[in-house]
């Protein structure tokens, strides 16, 4: 399937919701990475969502919506739930919530759970696409299953071109790691994947949220051991080098003897870290190399999502 490119312009978005209302893929831009969308509504294009990625079915997809006023349609807020909502919506936050009823997602995104995981983006070419389309629009990340998210139109060729029906592309994604998944389908609310909003902003709005244990069955490819990898093998905290190795550096010089250096952050910023490092994975991912080594980075705020990647990335394959 010859896959076209659309820009973020008017004529395109209003192309690529009609190819999504028709059934088809079309890859498209948000502030977190790309996201592989198909409708929600529709079953065969759930379906196909899975089949491009080579994903398993156990593992449900996020559904997204224009506004909060559309995520009511489909799953039950209570109070808590539509508070977080009016703080970190349209933003990088993803919530677990009990399915309506009336839910008109289909199963298979929800992998059969009672709950549905929803977001809204605020990428201005996302809530272009959502508004146009008029349906929730269920999108994991546009990459091959187990490998590194896109974050530019160019990566999302690079792993799904020839597959999908579309790309949308809305340049660079500005935060660059995926969206915090929250579970407020229970009781005590349940961080279940770190992302581009810190646990300090959530903890800070909502009180105490539980960690999903590490010894939990997986809920999903955000929880699978081994993620977002490279095909270098991947070293974590390097604080010397290695024969052979590319470094990605972080806040100050890299120790010596590295092949390449790539800057995640010259400053130590995590957001610019965050936003640089799928990018310089895949940058540095080259056989010419013999691993990529990682300087140590903290582990406060988006540090927390950024090491959770890293170590998704270094985790033995299978
Ligand atoms: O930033 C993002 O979240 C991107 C963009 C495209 O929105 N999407 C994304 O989707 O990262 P994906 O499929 O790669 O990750 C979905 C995560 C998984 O960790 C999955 O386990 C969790 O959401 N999830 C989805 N539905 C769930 C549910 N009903 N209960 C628990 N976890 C769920
Ligand atoms: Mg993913």
Do not use: Q
């Not at 899975?50 to 079915?57: D, E, Y």
């Not at 809204?120 to 590194?148: E, K, Y």
């Not at 870290?273 to 990529?292: H, K, T, Y």
């Amino acid at each position: 399937m010859p896959t076209i490119d659309l820009t973020a312009e008017p004529d395109d978005i209003a192309e690529a919701a009609r190819l999504l209302r028709g059934g088809a893929l079309v890859a498209f831009p948000t502030e977190t990475v790309y996201g592989l969308g198909g409708d929600a509504t529709d079953a065969r294009a759930v379906a196909a969502i899975f089949a491009a990625k080579g994903r398993p079915r156990f593992n449900p997809l996020i559904s997204h919506l224009a506004d909060a006023d559309a995520a009511g349609e489909f799953a039950a807020f209570d109070e808590r739930a539509r508070d977080v909502a009016a703080r970190f919506w349209p933003g990088p936050l993803t919530l677990v919530l009990p399915r309506r009823r009336d839910c008109r997602i289909a199963l298979l995104a929800g992998a059969g759970l009672d709950t549905v995981a929803l977001r809204v983006p605020a990428h201005p070419a996302a809530h272009a696409l959502l508004a146009a389309c008029g349906r929730p629009i269920a999108a994991p990340s546009a990459n091959r299953s187990g490998r590194i998210s896109p974050t530019s139109a160019a990566h999302v060729r690079a792993e799904l071109g020839g597959r999908i029906a579309a790309i949308v592309d809305g340049g660079a994604c500005a935060i660059g790691l995926e969206s915090t998944v929250l579970d407020l389908s229970v009781k005590r609310p349940v961080l279940l994947r770190p992302g581009g909003i810190p646990l300090e902003a959530l903890t800070d709005a909502i009180g105490d949220i539980d960690l999903a244990g590490a010894g939990d069955a997986p809920r999903g490819p955000g929880m699978l051991a081994s993620h977002y990898a490279p095909s270098l093998p991947l070293r974590l905290a390097a604080t010397a080098s290695r024969e052979g190795e590319a470094v990605l550096a972080f806040g100050g010089a890299p120790p010596p003897g590295f092949a390449e250096t790539a800057w995640l952050s010259r400053s130590g910023d995590l957001a610019e870290a965050a936003a640089n490092l799928f990018a310089m994975l895949r940058a540095l991912d080259r056989p010419e190399f013999s691993g990529i080594a990682v300087m140590p980075i903290p582990e406060r705020g988006l540090g927390a999502a950024i090491n959770d990647r890293l170590r998704r990335a270094a985790a033995p394959r299978n």
